[in-house]
Structure formats: C-alpha cells, structure tokens
C-alpha cells in the first residue's frame, strides 16, 4: 500500500519561471526506504517539502495515506510524520534531552506534561540514535555532525510511521554516515517505519535504500531499484561528470549494490 502518492506534481516558487518540480509522479510504499537522488538544485528539498505539505503543488495531486496531503492539520501530520532538516537555528540555549523532549509534543500537547511513557520514549530515541551520552550537553557546545544525531533522535522520539530526512549526514563523518544509514535501515526492515531520505551520499543510498529516486532539473530522471537507477550512464548524464559503477561483492549482506567512482579528468581539463 502506497502512503503517499504524487501524481504530476509541479512546483513554481513565486516571481521564478522556471518550475522547481516538474511532473513529478511516484508512490512511495510502506515499510520502505525511498532515497531522493540528484545534484544541488534539482528539487530534492522541494519533493520532501511538498509531499509533508509545508508547500502546496503549483499544479498535480498529492495524497497522504489515500487523502489530499493539505487536508491534514499539522498535528495529525506531526503524529504520523517526523522531518529532520539539513539544519535548523535555535532561538535560544537548549540541552540535549529538552530538545529531544520536543519530539513529544505530538503526544504531549502545548503543556508538555511527560508521562512515564514518555520518559521512556525519549530514552530509547537518544539510545538509538546514538546521543545518550550527550543528555545535559548544550546544544550550542555540540558539532555539526553532534547537532544531527540529537535532531534525529528528537524524530524518533515522536514514534512516527513516516521519517522524513533532508541531507541527514552531510555534517556526519564515515563512523557516524554509516551508523545513521545502517539505523534507518533497521526502521524499516522492522516493519514499524517508512523512511524518506534526500542524500547526496549515492553510495549509501544505493547499498541501503530500497527505492531510488534521481532527479534533475526538478524532473524524475530514473527510479526504481539501486541496479536501475545507480548506472554510469545516469550519473554521468544528471551529474555531468564522468564515473564508473562497479558492484561489489564485499559490502556485507548488501553485496553486489552499484558503487559510484567519479573519475579524473587529467591537468588538461583543470578549470573547465
């Protein structure tokens, strides 16, 4: 069954001609994990933002769970949906485990009052999310990659079906990319979560993701399995840069997922 199903979708950012999505039809199943492929302005952040409603489709339909995704208050959609962004400012000092706590409002209400269960679901997000160690820190004294791990486990904390994530490593090193893959992963092979992720990271995707979504220029250029879409000639054509796709066969119980190598272009082309 389909949770949320797009059917050409285009988005136009006011005083812009030029459509940030354009025609973009997908479904995106329960229990899997789609990743959202593509370079720097092809319309990742404004799929993900569009399908949780923040921003309305200029033109086509979007459906969450077989009703319009604009119909539902922002309260039903924060109990069933949990968004970690790139980044976010904090308008004033918080520790760790407050803002973890947030993930509870759905759940809580505007008093915040928590309850044992809460407690508890709290705990096990930071536990999860590697961050159980760092409860008083300030958020202010933590690094960029510190910062992401605690905004997922604020997700987390929420107990939604649906996570969404908008470049959730690009401030994480090796240890911690793989961690936060190899976790949304687990999610959904445990059957309690569907994950949506917007990475740059093509190599991750394509070794722990189960549906591929590559875009260009706002349009969908290949979806489907990481074999599908994780091709030298998609990537050199969308990325515009030259790479070989191998398939490894040493990657654990992901052997075999295509694995992207750019390669060099030589002195001759420097500055191109």
């Known amino acids: 069954m389909s949770l949320f199903e797009l059917r050409d979708v285009s988005h136009f950012y006011r005083g812009v001609t030029r459509a940030a999505l354009a025609g973009v039809t997908l479904d995106v199943e329960r229990g899997s994990l789609l990743a959202l492929l593509g370079p720097n302005g092809s319309g990742k952040s404004t799929l993900l933002r569009v399908m949780l409603g923040e921003l309305e489709a ?3 339909s979007v459906m969450y769970a077989g009703r319009p995704s604009n119909e539902r208050s922002r309260r039903e959609v924060a109990s069933e949906i949990a968004f970690v962004p ?5 308008a004033f000092p918080m520790t760790v485990r407050k803002l973890v706590e947030m993930g509870r409002y759905p759940h809580t209400g505007i008093l915040g009052r928590m309850g044992s269960a809460d407690r508890e679901a709290v705990d096990l997000a930071m536990e999860r999310a590697g961050v159980a160690d760092l409860g008083g820190r300030s958020m202010g004294n933590l690094s960029g990659g510190e910062r992401q791990r605690v905004r997922i486990a604020r997700a987390l904390a929420q107990q939604p079906k649906i ?3 908008d470049e959730p490593t690009a401030a ?3 240890h ?7 976790l949304m992963s687990e999610l959904t092979e445990e059957g309690s979560f569907t994950v949506v992720v917007a990475t740059h990271n093509l190599n991750l995707a394509a070794r722990y993701a189960t549906q591929l979504i590559l875009l260009c220029s706002g349009r969908i250029e290949a979806s489907g399995l990481p074999s599908e879409v994780i091709t030298a000639e998609n990537i050199q054509r969308v990325y515009r840069w030259p ?8 990657l654990g119980p992901r052997k075999g997922a295509p694995q992207v190598t750019p390669l060099s272009l030589g002195p001759d082309h420097k500055g191109r």
């Open 58 to 60: 200029s033109s086509g």
């Open 172 to 174: 994480l090193d090796l």
């Open 163 to 165: 996570l969404v994530l």
């Open 243 to 250: 790479v070989v796709v191998t398939s490894p066969a040493d």
């Open 176 to 182: 911690f990319a793989m961690e936060t893959f190899e």
């Open 86 to 90: 790139q980044a976010e400012s904090m």
